[in-house]
């Protein structure tokens, strides 16, 4: 195994870093170096070789200390390589993490093999649906309440469209205050329209809104693609548009669109409306990814550095 270098953003080479990522059966948008640098104000790597493998280090400094941790819009990261990750690859890279950094937040995908007792690994949930099928046999496997939820979401006359406006999504949640983290409205949500604005410029990215019956746009979702996955990054509605289903409408548009295609939708945004049991009730499965959560600094600065 070649040597593995921890090297500072400013002299890793975007062309050889995408294309690392381009190569590697699991890689993602979200690993790009035009999204890590759209939502990071600086990450790092280590890589191994020539960019023969590579890991994302989203960094910032806390009081003085250096943290690794997951950037709004970012849920998971990880190693990639085009050829097979093993496990004592895995333990190379993890093994030089901890040597470097004291306190880490990382969320690493599940084609990542992680090996035992180099960190506690948190398990975490989120949900996946293949569209291979045909529409009508996945919507067999709708719960009831999804599909009187989905009933009711038509009878209130809700229409789905592909392609909303950028400026419409930002009012919608000016408007209605919506958050998705701290960050998100402040300075005119200067991120949310950069982020918007990149996955649509490089054809990354689908925005669906729902409309009422009196045309009011109520309900947005962003897809993120990768190659044939897809993930709902977020949604962003109004409280009458949850209370109605709109969002719930959404993703039933976008299961009917892409059946029997060779897609996996992956629902990740998780908040106080989005859970287990929506995600289950499209009949989408539970998977696993793990979360590095540690620290060995004082335990006086880890209420502040966690």
Request: net charge positive; aromatic share 14%.
């Amino acid at each position: 195994m070649s040597s593995i270098e921890y090297v500072n953003h400013k002299d890793i080479v975007n062309q050889q870093w995408d294309q690392c990522i381009k190569s590697s059966f699991n890689g993602t948008v979200e690993a790009f170096s035009w999204y890590l640098n759209l939502l990071c104000d600086q990450w790092d790597a280590l890589i191994e070789g020539d960019y023969k493998a590579v890991m994302p280090l989203p960094v910032r400094k806390k009081f003085g200390h250096p943290v690794i941790y997951m950037p709004p819009f970012v849920n998971q990261l990880g190693i990639y390589s085009p050829e097979q990750i093993t496990m004592q690859k895995s333990a190379a890279f993890l093994a030089n993490l901890k040597k470097r950094f004291r306190t880490i937040n990382y969320n690493i995908n599940k084609y990542t093999p992680l090996p035992k007792g180099i960190f506690p690994l948190q398990r975490e949930v989120y949900y996946e649906l293949d569209l291979i099928r045909p529409y009508l046999k996945t919507v067999r496997d709708y719960s009831h309440t999804c599909r009187n939820r989905l009933h009711d979401a038509a009878d209130r006359k809700y229409s789905v469209i592909r392609g909303v406006a950028l400026n419409d999504l930002i009012s919608l949640v000016k408007k209605n205050k919506i958050m998705f983290n701290a960050a998100i409205l402040s300075d005119d949500c200067k991120l949310l329209r950069m982020l918007i604005s990149s996955v649509l410029r490089y054809k990354t990215g689908e925005l669906y809104g729902a409309y009422n019956q009196v045309n009011m746009l109520g309900c947005v979702v962003l897809f993120l693609w990768s190659d044939n996955s897809v993930i709902m990054l977020f949604t962003a509605a109004t409280e009458e548009a949850i209370a109605e289903n709109a969002h719930l409408l959404i993703y039933d548009r976008f299961i009917e669109k892409y059946s029997e295609t060779n897609v996996t939708l992956s629902f990740q945004f998780r908040d106080a409306y989005h859970s287990a049991e929506i995600y289950a009730g499209f009949g989408a499965t539970e998977s696993i990814y793990r979360r590095i959560h540690y620290s060995r600094l004082p335990f006086f600065l880890k209420p502040f550095l966690d």
